[in-house]
Protein backbone atom coordinates (compact mmCIF):
# COMPACT_ATOMS: atom_id res chain seq x y z
CA UNK A 1 0.00 0.00 0.00
CA UNK A 2 1.89 3.92 -0.84
CA UNK A 3 2.08 5.81 1.85
CA UNK A 4 3.93 8.91 2.35
CA UNK A 5 6.94 9.09 5.26
CA UNK A 6 7.07 12.21 6.82
CA UNK A 7 11.28 12.80 7.60
CA UNK A 8 11.03 16.38 8.88
CA UNK A 9 7.39 18.21 9.20
CA UNK A 10 9.15 21.91 9.38
CA UNK A 11 7.55 24.53 11.98
CA UNK A 12 4.31 23.42 11.68
CA UNK A 13 2.64 20.77 9.49
CA UNK A 14 -0.87 19.44 9.54
CA UNK A 15 -3.56 17.34 7.38
CA UNK A 16 -6.54 19.97 6.41
CA UNK A 17 -9.39 19.28 4.08
CA UNK A 18 -12.59 21.84 4.07
CA UNK A 19 -12.96 21.61 7.18
CA UNK A 20 -15.92 20.77 9.34
CA UNK A 21 -18.77 22.70 8.91
CA UNK A 22 -22.60 22.75 10.97
CA UNK A 23 -21.25 22.23 14.24
CA UNK A 24 -20.54 25.40 15.76
CA UNK A 25 -24.05 24.96 18.08
CA UNK A 26 -21.76 22.51 20.13
CA UNK A 27 -18.95 24.96 20.07
CA UNK A 28 -17.12 23.30 17.17
CA UNK A 29 -15.23 25.44 14.66
CA UNK A 30 -15.27 25.32 10.82
CA UNK A 31 -11.57 24.92 10.78
CA UNK A 32 -9.99 23.39 7.24
CA UNK A 33 -7.65 24.78 5.14
CA UNK A 34 -6.35 28.48 6.13
CA UNK A 35 -5.78 29.08 2.13
CA UNK A 36 -8.41 26.82 0.45
CA UNK A 37 -8.16 28.10 -2.91
CA UNK A 38 -4.72 26.96 -2.92
CA UNK A 39 -5.40 23.69 -0.94
CA UNK A 40 -8.44 23.36 -3.81
CA UNK A 41 -6.03 23.96 -6.57
CA UNK A 42 -3.90 21.53 -5.32
CA UNK A 43 -6.32 18.70 -5.42
CA UNK A 44 -7.21 19.49 -8.88
CA UNK A 45 -4.05 18.92 -10.41
CA UNK A 46 -4.08 15.49 -8.65
CA UNK A 47 -7.37 14.35 -9.98
CA UNK A 48 -8.87 14.67 -6.53
CA UNK A 49 -11.75 15.98 -4.86
CA UNK A 50 -11.28 19.22 -3.46
CA UNK A 51 -12.61 17.27 -0.41
CA UNK A 52 -9.75 14.91 -0.16
CA UNK A 53 -6.93 15.64 2.49
CA UNK A 54 -3.64 17.43 1.83
CA UNK A 55 -0.86 18.69 4.20
CA UNK A 56 -0.25 22.40 5.08
CA UNK A 57 3.15 22.99 5.59
CA UNK A 58 3.55 26.20 7.76
CA UNK A 59 7.00 28.19 6.43
CA UNK A 60 7.82 25.48 4.33
CA UNK A 61 10.71 22.89 5.95
CA UNK A 62 8.28 20.02 5.54
CA UNK A 63 10.48 16.79 3.61
CA UNK A 64 8.38 13.53 2.54
CA UNK A 65 9.82 9.85 1.38
CA UNK A 66 7.25 8.15 -0.76
CA UNK A 67 6.73 4.79 -0.32
CA UNK A 68 5.53 3.31 -3.82
CA UNK A 69 5.13 5.64 -6.33
CA UNK A 70 2.58 8.43 -5.70
CA UNK A 71 1.20 11.62 -7.44
CA UNK A 72 1.45 14.76 -5.96
CA UNK A 73 1.49 18.91 -6.59
CA UNK A 74 2.71 21.83 -4.18
CA UNK A 75 0.35 25.12 -4.51
CA UNK A 76 0.58 28.45 -1.91
CA UNK A 77 3.44 29.88 -0.50
CA UNK A 78 6.36 30.62 -3.24
CA UNK A 79 8.52 28.02 -1.45
CA UNK A 80 11.86 26.52 -3.89
CA UNK A 81 10.40 22.54 -4.19
CA UNK A 82 13.16 19.74 -4.70
CA UNK A 83 12.54 15.76 -5.91
CA UNK A 84 15.89 13.88 -4.67
CA UNK A 85 17.63 17.06 -4.10
CA UNK A 86 16.81 18.57 -7.45
CA UNK A 87 15.02 21.56 -8.35
CA UNK A 88 11.19 20.70 -9.50
CA UNK A 89 8.63 23.19 -9.72
CA UNK A 90 5.24 24.50 -7.78
CA UNK A 91 2.07 24.45 -9.54
CA UNK A 92 2.40 21.23 -11.38
CA UNK A 93 1.78 17.28 -11.04
CA UNK A 94 5.35 15.43 -10.04
CA UNK A 95 5.63 11.79 -9.88
CA UNK A 96 7.59 10.20 -6.64
CA UNK A 97 8.83 6.80 -7.26
CA UNK A 98 9.68 4.69 -4.21
CA UNK A 99 11.61 6.31 -1.99
CA UNK A 100 12.29 9.51 -3.57
CA UNK A 101 12.19 12.46 -1.64
CA UNK A 102 10.31 15.73 -1.46
CA UNK A 103 11.39 18.93 0.51
CA UNK A 104 9.81 21.99 0.79
CA UNK A 105 12.61 25.54 1.37
CA UNK A 106 11.52 28.74 3.10
CA UNK A 107 8.86 30.29 1.39
CA UNK A 108 9.89 33.61 -0.03
CA UNK A 109 6.44 35.12 -0.15
CA UNK A 110 3.48 33.57 1.99
CA UNK A 111 3.52 31.61 4.91
CA UNK A 112 1.31 28.21 3.61
CA UNK A 113 2.00 25.59 1.47
CA UNK A 114 0.11 22.82 0.72
CA UNK A 115 1.12 19.29 -0.77
CA UNK A 116 -1.72 17.03 -2.18
CA UNK A 117 -1.41 13.37 -3.24
CA UNK A 118 -3.51 11.69 -5.18
CA UNK A 119 -5.91 10.02 -3.57
CA UNK A 120 -5.28 11.97 -0.47
CA UNK A 121 -4.01 12.02 3.24
CA UNK A 122 -6.03 9.02 4.56
CA UNK A 123 -6.36 9.81 8.63
CA UNK A 124 -9.58 9.22 10.55
CA UNK A 125 -12.28 11.95 10.17
CA UNK A 126 -13.99 13.63 13.31
CA UNK A 127 -17.26 14.82 13.06
CA UNK A 128 -17.17 14.30 9.04
CA UNK A 129 -13.62 16.00 8.48
CA UNK A 130 -9.73 14.87 8.76
CA UNK A 131 -8.72 18.79 9.76
CA UNK A 132 -6.71 19.70 12.52
CA UNK A 133 -8.00 22.24 14.26
CA UNK A 134 -5.18 23.75 16.60
CA UNK A 135 -7.60 25.62 18.92
CA UNK A 136 -10.26 22.51 19.88
CA UNK A 137 -7.68 19.47 19.73
CA UNK A 138 -9.86 18.19 17.06
CA UNK A 139 -8.45 16.13 13.99
CA UNK A 140 -5.21 13.95 13.97
CA UNK A 141 -2.07 16.42 15.83
CA UNK A 142 0.39 17.98 13.61
CA UNK A 143 2.32 16.07 11.83
CA UNK A 144 5.68 14.91 13.82
CA UNK A 145 8.71 13.33 12.48
CA UNK A 146 8.61 9.31 11.32
CA UNK A 147 4.96 9.73 10.99
CA UNK A 148 3.47 7.40 8.15
CA UNK A 149 0.47 8.34 6.11
CA UNK A 150 -1.72 6.55 4.53
CA UNK A 151 -3.21 7.27 1.03
CA UNK A 152 -6.69 7.04 0.03
CA UNK A 153 -9.01 7.03 -2.36
CA UNK A 154 -10.84 9.93 -2.63
CA UNK A 155 -10.21 10.85 -6.59
CA UNK A 156 -12.16 12.31 -9.22
CA UNK A 157 -11.66 12.36 -12.99
CA UNK A 158 -8.37 12.35 -14.26
CA UNK A 159 -6.63 14.39 -15.62
CA UNK A 160 -8.81 17.04 -13.33
CA UNK A 161 -10.93 19.46 -15.56
CA UNK A 162 -9.00 22.33 -14.70
CA UNK A 163 -5.54 22.12 -13.64
CA UNK A 164 -3.92 25.53 -13.53
CA UNK A 165 -4.83 27.50 -10.03
CA UNK A 166 -6.55 30.36 -10.31
CA UNK A 167 -4.92 33.84 -10.61
CA UNK A 168 -4.74 35.00 -6.65
CA UNK A 169 -5.80 38.51 -6.54
CA UNK A 170 -4.04 41.31 -4.91
CA UNK A 171 -4.69 44.75 -3.77
CA UNK A 172 -7.26 45.66 -0.91
CA UNK A 173 -8.92 43.30 1.40
CA UNK A 174 -12.40 43.59 0.72
CA UNK A 175 -14.74 44.27 4.10
CA UNK A 176 -18.77 44.08 4.37
CA UNK A 177 -19.39 45.95 7.93
CA UNK A 178 -19.54 43.88 10.62
CA UNK A 179 -22.72 44.01 13.44
CA UNK A 180 -20.59 46.47 15.54
CA UNK A 181 -19.84 48.46 13.17
CA UNK A 182 -21.19 52.13 14.62
CA UNK A 183 -19.49 51.21 17.77
CA UNK A 184 -16.20 53.04 16.92
CA UNK A 185 -15.32 56.95 16.42
CA UNK A 186 -13.05 56.57 14.26
CA UNK A 187 -14.22 53.73 11.69
CA UNK A 188 -12.94 55.20 8.73
CA UNK A 189 -9.45 54.66 9.99
CA UNK A 190 -9.54 51.10 9.10
CA UNK A 191 -9.73 51.94 5.48
CA UNK A 192 -7.19 54.74 5.71
CA UNK A 193 -4.60 53.39 6.42
CA UNK A 194 -1.98 50.40 6.27
CA UNK A 195 -1.89 47.77 8.81
CA UNK A 196 0.79 45.44 9.69
CA UNK A 197 0.59 41.42 10.91
CA UNK A 198 2.02 41.26 13.79
CA UNK A 199 4.03 38.51 15.02
CA UNK A 200 1.02 37.28 17.26
CA UNK A 201 -0.27 35.59 14.23
CA UNK A 202 -1.31 31.48 13.51
CA UNK A 203 -4.60 29.42 12.71
CA UNK A 204 -6.90 31.33 14.69
CA UNK A 205 -6.04 34.60 13.85
CA UNK A 206 -3.66 37.35 13.45
CA UNK A 207 -3.31 40.52 15.00
CA UNK A 208 -2.93 43.50 13.32
CA UNK A 209 -1.67 47.24 14.25
CA UNK A 210 -0.70 50.39 13.03
CA UNK A 211 -0.08 54.43 13.72
CA UNK A 212 -3.99 55.01 14.60
CA UNK A 213 -6.20 52.96 16.59
CA UNK A 214 -9.59 52.21 16.46
CA UNK A 215 -11.09 53.75 19.26
CA UNK A 216 -14.64 52.64 21.08
CA UNK A 217 -17.62 54.61 21.64
CA UNK A 218 -19.00 52.73 24.46
CA UNK A 219 -17.42 50.92 26.81
CA UNK A 220 -20.16 48.54 27.81
CA UNK A 221 -19.69 44.86 28.18
CA UNK A 222 -20.88 42.81 24.65
CA UNK A 223 -22.16 39.69 25.20
CA UNK A 224 -20.66 36.70 23.47
CA UNK A 225 -21.80 36.62 19.88
CA UNK A 226 -20.83 34.52 16.96
CA UNK A 227 -18.07 34.52 15.13
CA UNK A 228 -16.90 34.09 11.44
CA UNK A 229 -13.64 33.32 9.98
CA UNK A 230 -12.92 36.54 8.34
CA UNK A 231 -14.35 38.43 11.05
CA UNK A 232 -12.27 41.57 12.07
CA UNK A 233 -12.48 41.68 15.96
CA UNK A 234 -11.38 44.78 18.22
CA UNK A 235 -10.00 44.67 21.60
CA UNK A 236 -10.06 47.42 24.16
CA UNK A 237 -6.45 48.41 22.87
CA UNK A 238 -7.76 49.08 18.96
CA UNK A 239 -5.51 46.76 17.72
CA UNK A 240 -7.94 44.19 15.50
CA UNK A 241 -7.19 40.66 15.10
CA UNK A 242 -8.92 39.14 11.97
CA UNK A 243 -10.13 35.72 12.73
CA UNK A 244 -8.79 32.83 10.53
CA UNK A 245 -9.50 29.19 10.08
CA UNK A 246 -9.33 28.02 13.75
CA UNK A 247 -10.94 30.79 15.47
CA UNK A 248 -13.46 30.30 17.92
CA UNK A 249 -17.06 30.09 17.40
CA UNK A 250 -17.68 33.03 19.77
CA UNK A 251 -16.52 36.14 20.85
CA UNK A 252 -16.94 39.24 23.29
CA UNK A 253 -15.51 42.18 21.70
CA UNK A 254 -17.06 43.97 18.68
CA UNK A 255 -16.94 43.24 15.20
CA UNK A 256 -16.38 45.95 13.07
CA UNK A 257 -15.86 44.11 9.88
CA UNK A 258 -15.84 40.97 8.05
CA UNK A 259 -13.97 39.88 5.10
CA UNK A 260 -16.15 39.42 1.97
CA UNK A 261 -15.73 35.82 0.63
CA UNK A 262 -13.67 36.33 -2.35
CA UNK A 263 -10.88 37.58 -0.23
CA UNK A 264 -10.54 34.92 2.47
CA UNK A 265 -8.05 32.47 1.19
CA UNK A 266 -5.71 35.82 1.04
CA UNK A 267 -5.66 35.74 4.80
CA UNK A 268 -4.32 32.30 5.17
CA UNK A 269 -1.01 33.51 3.82
CA UNK A 270 -0.79 36.66 5.98
CA UNK A 271 2.68 36.46 7.22
CA UNK A 272 4.50 38.55 10.16
CA UNK A 273 5.54 42.20 9.09
CA UNK A 274 2.99 41.88 6.29
CA UNK A 275 1.11 45.06 5.30
CA UNK A 276 -2.36 45.11 4.61
CA UNK A 277 -5.56 47.48 3.49
CA UNK A 278 -9.13 47.50 3.81
CA UNK A 279 -11.26 48.47 1.08
CA UNK A 280 -15.22 49.16 1.65
CA UNK A 281 -15.93 48.58 -2.27
Given amino acids: MTSLEVLTPGPLCTVQDRGRPGHSGMGVGWSGAA ?19 TLEATFGGLRVR ?8 VVGAECPVTVGGISDGMECTLVLNDGDELSLGTPTSGLRTYL ?4 GVDVPKVLGSRS ?3 MSGLGPPPIETGTILAIGDDVSDW ?24 WFENPSVLFEQQWTVTADADRVGVRLEADTALVRTDSAELPSEGMVI ?7 DGKPVLFLADHPVTGGYPVIGVVRDADLPRLGQLRPGDSVRFSSR
Fill in 116 to 119: AVRG
Fill in 159 to 182: PATVLAPQVRSSGPIGIVPGPRAD
Fill in 132 to 134: TDT
Fill in 230 to 236: GALQVPP
Fill in 66 to 73: ARGQVVVA
Fill in 35 to 53: DRAAHDAANRLVGNTVHAA
